[in-house]
């Protein structure tokens, strides 16, 4: 086992092991030329909803994903249709992953899940790689490649692919509030003095119109793989939520995301430790719309509005994420302060909505 690789995984978590036996079985009986020898089942350590596993036998190597343990929101965490996704979209984006094969078969690894292809790059969060000498011109760089990836992912025809079949892109926008605000108010467990007042506000202003795209819907700097020189997008995973639907909408979670030195701790710590996009060089919010307004042609003169929700949405995940740890269905630790970065993520929402 290579050092890179446990740089990027480790050991799987307690309560999250698999089977080795079954599963090696599994592979055996339904992988061409799978090789002989050991499995080895690492955990990649990033991400806090589905879990995501490195399957490896000699040089062979594949990517497994299945849903977090315990009970799961209302049609979160579809493996099925995360499979489907990456089938219709690898042939048009090479960045997605090609998908190999899925399995409902929850005898497995406790529930249905899919193989895909590993990717080699490079991925980072809070830190870059140490092999890394990572210049204020890389971090410019790699600003821009997100930029363009957004674009060109929303500039595919969908009409090309059988995504029509699972999304619904007429009235996006009014579906996708009214759903978040039910999400959100079944997975509360505190009230948040500005929740009301934000949630009504999405409510009285969804743009009435808007453009329908591919949106990836939670495209983040760490769902990105980059080649090893900076210059390139080779991954970008985590595909479960994308969709056919208002491209401003997948711009605003992007930004959502997208963290800045000059923002308040509470949001720079909200995950622990700041990402690596508060480094000099990295675009600013501001110069990420602008860019993408250029690069596209589309009009963001409301991406207020877009921003607003997507904190909302995210605040939702997180809220989501804290309801399961504070139920007991899950240990990991990570998770024990995620109330205080809903309440966070709720007022920052609130704020660009009574601007």
């Known amino acids: 086992m290579t050092g890179k690789i446990e740089l990027e995984t480790k050991r799987v978590r307690k309560g999250e092991e698999l089977n080795h036996l079954v599963l090696h079985k599994f592979l055996k009986e339904n992988i061409v030329d799978l090789p002989e020898g050991e499995l080895i089942i690492r955990q990649f350590f990033a991400g806090h909803s589905n879990l995501t596993y490195l399957l490896k036998i000699g040089e062979w190597e594949v990517v497994l994903r299945r849903p977090p343990l315990g009970p799961v929101a209302p049609k979160a965490h579809d493996m099925k249709r995360e499979f489907r996704i990456l089938s219709e979209i690898h042939p048009h984006f090479s960045a997605a992953p090609k998908p190999i094969l899925y399995s409902q078969n929850e005898e497995i690894v406790g529930s249905p899940f899919f193989i895909m292809e590993r990717k080699n790059g490079e991925v980072f969060d809070s830190s870059f790689p140490p092999h890394l000498n990572v210049t204020v011109e890389d971090r410019r760089n790699i600003s821009n490649v997100m930029v363009n990836k957004l674009v060109e992912l929303h500039s595919i025809d ?9 999304s619904k892109p007429e009235n996006f926008m009014e579906r996708q509030v009214n759903g978040w605000i039910g999400r959100y108010n079944r997975a509360k467990t505190s009230e948040i003095a500005e929740v009301n007042c934000l949630m009504s506000w999405l409510i009285n202003n969804v743009p009435k119109k808007h453009d329908s795209s591919i949106i990836h819907y939670d495209f983040k700097l760490n769902n990105s793989m980059f080649s090893s020189d900076l210059k390139e997008m080779i991954g970008l995973f985590d595909w479960e939520m994308t969709t056919i639907g208002d491209p401003l909408a997948d711009l605003g979670v992007a930004l959502s995301y997208w963290i800045q030195n000059e923002d308040p701790d509470l949001l720079k710590n909200g995950l622990v430790k700041p990402p690596v996009t508060i480094q000099e060089g990295f675009f600013t919010r501001q110069q990420f719309i602008e860019t993408y307004a250029k690069r596209s042609g589309r009009d963001l003169s409301n991406i207020n509005y877009y921003m607003a929700f997507a904190y909302f949405k995210l605040a ?28 966070n993520l709720i007022r920052i929402g609130h704020n660009l909505a009574v601007k």
Do not use: M
């Open 316 to 343: 939702v995940i997180v809220q989501q994420i804290f309801y399961r740890f504070k139920a007991g269905q899950t240990s990991d630790e990570r998770f024990s302060k995620f109330d205080q970065f809903t309440e």
């Open 158 to 166: 969908y009409s090309k692919t059988a995504l029509l079949e699972i």
